[in-house]
C-alpha cells in the first residue's frame, strides 16, 4: 500500500474511551505513525495491514493522491485534528506535508467555498466537547473569513 492516510479509534486510557489515532503508508509504501494514544493505538505494520474499512475501529482510509478523497477527509475531518496531523508530520519527518501531498480543504466561511492549502488556513470554531476533556477548533478559514470570524 502507498500514499494512504488511516484514520481510526485509537485511544482507550483512562477518561477516555478511544480518540482519532493516524498512520500513513508514504510514497515509498513505507508504514509510519503519525499519532498512537492508548492500548488501542496501532503502532506496528502488521496489526495496521489487518485494518478494513469501517471495521470495529472505525477505520478510514484516503488515497492522498486523489485531491477528492483529500478534500473529503480534510473537511469531514475535526479541524484541530488536521493542523494537528500537518504539525506532526513536519516535526517528525522534517518536511512538511506540503512537499509530499497537496492537503487541500474547503474555507467553511459563510458563503465563501474556497479551496486552499491546509497549512494556509486558520482554525476557528473553537468549542469544549461538552464533557469538559477538550477544547478544539471545528472549522478551518481562509485569511478573509478568519478576519471576520475574529
Known sequence: MKDTLVCY?????????????????????EFEVLYATGYKGIVDEETARNLEPGDRFSVHF????????????VDSTNASHVKMLTDIY?????????ERYTFIGTCQGEDC????????????????DGHGVTYS????YCDQCSEEES
Open 9 to 29: 479509534k485509537g485511544g482507550g486510557y483512562d477518561g477516555c474511551h478511544w480518540e482519532w489515532n493516524y498512520f500513513l503508508w508514504n510514497e515509498d509504501g
Open 62 to 73: 484516503t488515497d492522498l493522491i486523489d485531491a477528492d478523497e483529500v478534500v473529503e477527509f
Open 90 to 98: 513536519s516535526r517528525k519527518f522534517r518536511a512538511t506535508l506540503r
Open 113 to 128: 467555498d474556497l479551496l486552499l492549502d491546509v497549512n494556509d488556513m486558520h482554525e476557528g470554531g473553537w468549542a469544549g
Open 137 to 140: 477548533a471545528h472549522y478551518l
